[in-house]
């Protein structure tokens, strides 16, 4: 296995590596792993780029410390229906194998008689890689074997799936209860279910009349507090030679409304550019280097929209974030015409995920977009 090297930026904008690099989320991190470790599954939501992968791989991470249980990360994102699930969670099950025995790996395709394994062996490593071949007509008696072969393993398993929400959008009928009945099923086999679109999660796994209905601890994640990012911003940066005072990183939490993966953007950025003392003007001339490179990408999403939309979209932008997008006060401000008009824009702007509903509260979803709208 290859030993991970420290990244030459602290601030880390894909992956996880280890707690050195993870800010904060304490609490969060001791609340997911509590409830895997008393065998409750759990539903993890928040909007994209807040955290989410990277609180399950910190969590995984301190079980796995433990030896407390095996765990796998799936991305269903990638998936468009019952087959292509299968094998995603083969290929990471199987995937995760550390042995290079052959003859265990002979067994392992005896076990798996649907799902087809196809071992392989790299060549100059002779670590074992794997393929899956699953049949339409055995995707359910494959998904069966893989759950059947973690319940066996004689350890605990952690299988979090993330973007959970798309499997309402399989052409697959009953993929919901399908799960439903094999998970309820396993006993040392537990779940996280992630995603971003909370209205589609409270609905599947808080609506009386769906098959996950009150079967998991429902979780919820926010931004990082702004006093624990400072302080991990500023050892960052000290040790790197760079000063960062609170009033400065304020107006930068402040400005890009917490979101993690945004002021995590910042933080590489500010980083790179080994400014001695990060001021108010360094902030401003690193966020508008990044919104004009983004410039291109902007006008396509203004592309998307019709000219209502692109009306309350910058008026949300303006003003940052909304509670009552339909108060008159609102609308006159920004001369957004009939109600039922806004309310359609609202709408559709919310389904093309260019509005984020966070806690009641409307706000552009991405934050460096919001802020080249305030420009225009």
Same mark, same amino acid.
């Given at each position: ?64 410390? =433990? ?5 796998? @990360?799936? $991305? ?5 229906? &019952?087959? /292509?699930?299968?094998? #995603? *969670? ?72 993330? =973007? ?5 959008? @399989?052409? $697959? ?5 399908? &799960?439903? /009945?094999?998970?309820? #099923? *396993? ?190």
């Amino acid at each position: 296995m290859n030993k991970k090297t420290n990244p030459l930026n602290p601030f880390l904008l894909t992956g996880y590596m280890s707690p050195v690099y993870f800010c904060d989320r304490e609490q969060e991190s001791n609340k997911l792993v509590s409830a895997l470790r008393n065998g409750r599954n759990v539903t993890l939501i928040s909007p994209r780029r807040m955290g989410k992968t990277g609180l399950i791989r910190h969590a995984f991470h301190r079980l796995e410390a =433990e030896k407390r249980a095996k765990c796998y @990360y799936v $991305d269903l994102y990638k998936t468009d229906s &019952l087959v /292509s699930l299968v094998e #995603q *969670l083969a290929v990471v099950v199987l995937g995760s194998l550390d042995t290079t025995k052959r003859k265990i790996l002979k067994q392992l395709s005896s076990f798996f008689k649907s799902l087809r394994p196809l071992f392989s062996f790299d060549s100059l490593t002779g670590v074992p890689t794997v393929m899956v071949d699953v049949k339409p007509e055995l995707a359910e008696h494959s998904l069966a074997e893989i759950f059947s072969y973690m319940e066996q393993s004689g350890q605990q398993c952690v299988v979090a799936m993330d =973007e959970f929400q798309s499997i309402i959008d @399989y052409g $697959d009928k009953n993929v919901e209860a399908l &799960l439903r /009945s094999h998970i309820q #099923q *396993l006993n040392n086999v537990h779940f996280i279910f992630s995603g971003s679109q909370r209205h589609v999660l409270e609905n599947m796994f808080a609506s009386a009349n769906r098959p996950f209905y009150q079967s998991t601890q429902i979780m919820n994640l926010y931004e990082i507090r702004e006093e624990s990012y400072y302080d991990f911003a500023k050892k960052k940066l000290e040790a790197h030679g760079q000063q960062l005072n609170a009033d400065v990183f304020g107006y930068l939490y402040e400005k890009l409304v917490g979101h993690t993966w945004y002021v995590q953007v910042m933080l590489n950025r500010l980083y790179e550019s080994r400014d001695s003392i990060i001021s108010l003007n360094v902030i401003d001339d690193t966020l508008t280097r990044i919104v004009d490179e983004n410039e291109a990408t902007f006008q396509t999403f203004m592309r998307l929209v019709t000219p209502s939309q692109a009306k309350l979209l910058k008026a949300i932008a303006n003003e940052k974030s909304v509670q009552q997008v339909l108060a008159q006060s609102f609308i006159s401000r920004h001369h957004l015409g009939a109600t039922s008009s806004i309310r359609s824009a609202l709408k559709a702007l919310m389904e093309k995920e260019l509005v984020l509903d966070a806690q009641g509260n409307y706000q552009v979803y991405d934050r460096f977009f919001a802020l080249w709208l305030q420009r225009q």
